[in-house]
């Protein structure tokens, strides 16, 4: 198991070595995010509430969450998180969001307020950039999540409900690692945190999720907390829908090519992030993956819905009875199929007896039938002997 990635100081990280990966390669140093953020956001009114880093043990991977006084809801504080590398295995990413201030777990945007930046070129340009559009837009992407937490506490959501979208999130997307799907099953079962709403909630689950993600490896923290947030959206349609135009059917490389290269290269998309984040498992996280306790929920699942299903069953058969006769009628159809079962019960008992001894004495059986037929035959030639004495008589009459 890698070993635990706990919090660390900020003169920790502004003296980690500068990493020397050749001329192409552009430095941007945690101690220039650091400064540069504070710096912004003080400039655009901003103060930091709290401020926490983590970082793996070389201080190659870093990243920081600065907690903001702005709270425009008790249950949310505004936040700006940011992710860096010295080690050429993630890309800068800069992202204004927010944090429930029950669990204290950070939360950003699915499809808005996430950018990422390749160590090259002018990246540190771009990033202090970056940095200061994420900042001005701050109150369009916190708005944004207010409205997606208002939404998620409307949504009713059955513990069965639950535990299918965490199969969803572990094996379907593959987001979520054996050790943060037991951290969600166990707030699911005994919840830590009390959230409005209820528990039976698509906010309170949420919250487990994010609970669950918090503590994860600095390389994919922040892309996982975004696709969280995207996969959610997606699955209960809490986006504004997006209107397309008819594509355009492209037949030569040519165009091809060009629309390649016309692509934005500080885009986004969703198989890159689920590939990043693939990726990352594989480099720095040795699974050891134990899914008894999923399939366990599963097969739980499959037993509730059929004991539900047997239930709806024998409740519509009530009903479609009540409705059509009364009370003493239902009754008397009731012991008539009681009776009826008795009878068919015990004629199949008794022909199953009759089998059963045919086949243990079928020696026995045809002994019986031979002695039956003898007695026939005794009986059809007494008979025949009456007929003659009756037409003797009859002759001697005459």
Not at 319 to 335: A, F
């Amino acid at each position: 198991m890698p070993a635990k990635i706990g919090l660390v100081a900020k003169s920790y990280l502004e003296g980690v070595a500068l990493p020397q990966h050749g001329s192409t390669y552009t430095v941007i140093s945690h101690k220039f995010v650091i400064d540069t953020v504070k710096e912004e956001l003080n400039n655009h009114g901003f103060f930091i509430e709290e401020e926490s880093y983590r970082s793996t043990h070389d201080g190659a991977i870093a990243t920081g969450i600065y907690k903001l006084t702005h709270k425009e809801d008790p249950e949310l504080s505004m936040a700006f998180g940011w992710t860096n590398s010295y080690n050429k295995m993630v890309k800068f990413k800069a992202v204004i969001g927010a944090i429930s201030n029950v669990n204290e777990s950070f939360m950003i945007l699915g499809d808005q307020g996430s950018w990422s930046r390749k160590h090259t070129g002018t990246a540190d340009i771009e990033a202090k950039e970056q940095i200061i559009n994420q900042i001005k837009n701050a109150s369009i992407y916190y708005t944004q999540l207010l409205d997606d937490k208002n939404k998620m506490k409307e949504i009713e959501l059955s513990k069965r409900k639950q535990a299918e979208l965490l199969g969803i999130l572990y094996a379907d997307y593959s987001i979520l690692e054996s050790t943060t799907a037991n951290i969600v099953k166990g707030q699911m079962i005994k919840p830590g945190f009390f959230y409005n709403g209820g528990a039976d909630t698509l906010w309170a689950f949420y919250n487990h999720l994010i609970f669950s993600i918090q503590n994860n490896h600095p390389k994919t923290w922040l892309e996982e907390q975004r696709m969280c947030h995207y996969i959610i959206t997606n699955e209960f349609n809490l986006l504004a829908p997006i209107t397309v135009s008819k594509p355009l059917v492209i037949d030569t490389k040519e165009e091809e090519d060009q629309a390649e290269t016309e692509k934005d290269p500080m885009q986004i998309d969703l198989e890159d992030s689920i590939a990043e984040i693939e990726n990352s498992k594989e480099e720095f996280i040795n699974q050891n993956i134990d899914d008894e306790d999923l399939e366990l929920m599963a097969q739980q699942a499959a037993e509730d819905e059929e004991y539900i299903k047997k239930v709806e069953e024998k409740t519509e058969l009530e009903n479609h009875l009540l409705d059509e006769t009364t009370e003493d009628e239902v009754s008397q159809e009731l012991s008539d199929v009681n009776s009826k079962d008795v009878e068919t019960n015990f004629s199949l008992d008794i022909d199953e007896e009759e089998e059963e001894k045919h086949d243990e004495n079928p020696e026995e059986e045809e002994e019986v039938s031979t002695t039956e037929k003898v007695i026939e035959n005794d009986l059809s030639l007494a008979s025949v002997e009456e007929d003659d004495e009756d037409d003797d008589e009859e002759l001697d009459f005459l």
